[in-house]
């Protein structure tokens, strides 16, 4: 599905550069619920923006140029007016959403100026970081997560994809957090098994559905996701990376420095995710209408570690997540 109701797809041919040395390439764009992805004439994923965060260079003129974010290499040339209007009916109704930019920084820099007073006071960093991130609009949120993939896409290399496997997604996103932004990403290597970043995108080792038969246990490694990232806002983690600097100058600037996204991109692939409680995993699993039995053997084969989540499954006989179709197209969403 596209961002809008009238296209169920929505496809133009364009011409892409990564790099301001780099050679033009003849690709393909389409339209998601929140990005602008850009394959190649087999499919294969070259690039995942940020609907929020794409920038116009060239306004008015034809052939379109945008970029992914103001400061970004990449370019996209794009002459299809169907698709320059899809682009900038999205970007409207974002804007739309979004606070004046004027009051925003007015209204960030006193609750910084604020926070800064209380601190003074009594010195609480970790009250300044919670606040910082607590008025973090959704589209700032969209933008820092599809920063952070930029990031960790330099070791994981692209995302994976397929039109029917691009498909599947969806579809196991629908099912899982169907009112909820974001997306769900299948990377190659370079992840542990599943990650979280702002903005919903939910990141996603290949070997969850390639190694296994059913689609509940990569749908088990998506809910425990959701879970951590309603127990500890994502920007808010993001910002304990920066620190007290990264969240005055989010406060005061309204963005986060390259270095600090750079350096939580590592921690991100090198530290083990939080447990999650077995409680409010099952209610999870509850919620979703998911057997939480297979995932519990994915995690622990004997099931010693992960009996909880197997006697107490709230889901046996639950409708299939996917149909055979839709789960082969999944496992073979890279291709390989």
Same mark, same amino acid.
């Given at each position: 599905m596209?961002?809008?109701?009238?296209?169920?797809?929505l496809?133009?041919?364009?011409?892409?550069?990564?790099?301001?040395?780099?050679?033009?390439?003849?690709?393909?764009?389409s339209?998601?619920?929140?990005? +602008?992805?850009?394959h190649?004439?087999?499919?294969?994923m !070259?690039?995942?923006?940020?609907?929020?965060?794409?920038?116009?260079?060239?306004? %008015?003129?034809?052939?379109?140029?945008?970029?992914?974010?103001?400061?970004?290499?990449?370019?996209?040339?794009?002459?299809?007016?169907?698709? =320059?209007?899809?682009?900038?009916?999205?970007?409207?109704?974002?804007?739309?959403?979004?606070?004046?930019?004027?009051?925003?920084?007015?209204?960030?820099?006193?609750?910084?100026?604020?926070?800064?007073?209380?601190?003074?006071?009594?010195?609480?960093?970790?009250? !300044?970081?919670?606040?910082?991130?607590?008025?973090?609009?959704?589209?700032?949120?969209?933008?820092? %997560? #599809?920063?952070?993939?930029?990031d960790i896409?330099?070791v994981?290399?692209?995302?994976?994809?397929?039109?029917?496997?691009?498909?599947?997604?969806?579809?196991?996103?629908?099912? +899982?957090f169907?009112?909820?932004? $974001?997306?769900?990403?299948? +990377?190659?290597? $370079?992840?542990?098994?599943?990650?979280?970043?702002?903005g919903?995108?939910?990141?996603?080792?290949?070997? !969850?559905?390639?190694?296994?038969?059913?689609?509940?246990?990569?749908?088990g490694?998506v809910?425990?996701?959701?879970?951590?990232?309603?127990?500890?806002?994502?920007?808010?983690?993001?910002?304990?990376?920066?620190?007290?600097?990264?969240a005055?100058?989010? +406060?005061?600037?309204g963005?986060?420095?390259?270095?600090?996204?750079?350096?939580?991109?590592?921690?991100?692939?090198?530290?083990?995710?939080?447990?999650?409680?077995?409680?409010?995993?099952?209610a999870?699993?509850?919620?979703?209408?998911?057997?939480?039995?297979p995932?519990?053997?994915?995690?622990?084969?004997?099931?010693?570690?992960?009996? #909880?989540?197997?006697?107490?499954?709230? %889901?046996? %006989?639950?409708?299939?997540?996917l149909?055979?179709?839709?789960?082969?197209?999944?496992?073979? =969403?890279?291709?390989?």
């Amino acid at each position: 599905m596209t961002a809008l109701s009238e296209y169920e797809r929505l496809e133009c041919t364009a011409v892409w550069r990564p790099e301001p040395d780099a050679q033009r390439r003849d690709v393909f764009v389409s339209i998601g619920d929140a990005t +602008l992805m850009i394959h190649d004439s087999a499919d294969r994923m !070259l690039a995942h923006w940020s609907l929020a965060a794409v920038s116009r260079v060239n306004p %008015g003129e034809r052939p379109a140029l945008y970029t992914p974010g103001a400061d970004a290499p990449e370019e996209l040339e794009i002459e299809d007016e169907v698709m =320059i209007d899809a682009i900038n009916r999205v970007q409207r109704s974002i804007q739309r959403r979004r606070p004046r930019p004027g009051r925003l920084r007015l209204a960030l820099l006193a609750g910084g100026l604020a926070a800064v007073l209380a601190g003074a006071v009594f010195w609480l960093p970790d009250a !300044l970081i919670r606040h910082a991130a607590s008025v973090v609009p959704q589209a700032k949120r969209a933008e820092l %997560g #599809a920063r952070l993939l930029t990031d960790i896409r330099r070791v994981a290399g692209t995302p994976c994809t397929t039109v029917n496997g691009r498909n599947a997604l969806e579809r196991l996103k629908a099912r +899982l957090f169907p009112s909820s932004p $974001g997306a769900l990403v299948i +990377l190659s290597s $370079g992840i542990p098994a599943s990650r979280h970043l702002p903005g919903g995108l939910i990141l996603l080792n290949r070997t !969850l559905v390639e190694d296994h038969e059913d689609a509940a246990v990569v749908a088990g490694y998506v809910l425990a996701e959701l879970e951590r990232a309603a127990a500890v806002d994502p920007v808010e983690d993001l910002l304990r990376t920066g620190g007290f600097p990264a969240a005055f100058r989010l +406060l005061t600037t309204g963005d986060v420095e390259d270095a600090v996204l750079e350096h939580h991109a590592e921690r991100l692939l090198a530290e083990p995710a939080a447990p999650v409680p077995d409680d409010r995993l099952l209610a999870r699993f509850a919620e979703a209408g998911v057997a939480s039995t297979p995932y519990a053997y994915a995690r622990d084969i004997s099931g010693e570690t992960t009996l #909880a989540l197997i006697e107490a499954d709230p %889901g046996p %006989g639950a409708q299939p997540l996917l149909s055979d179709g839709q789960w082969v197209s999944l496992q073979g =969403i890279c291709g390989e």
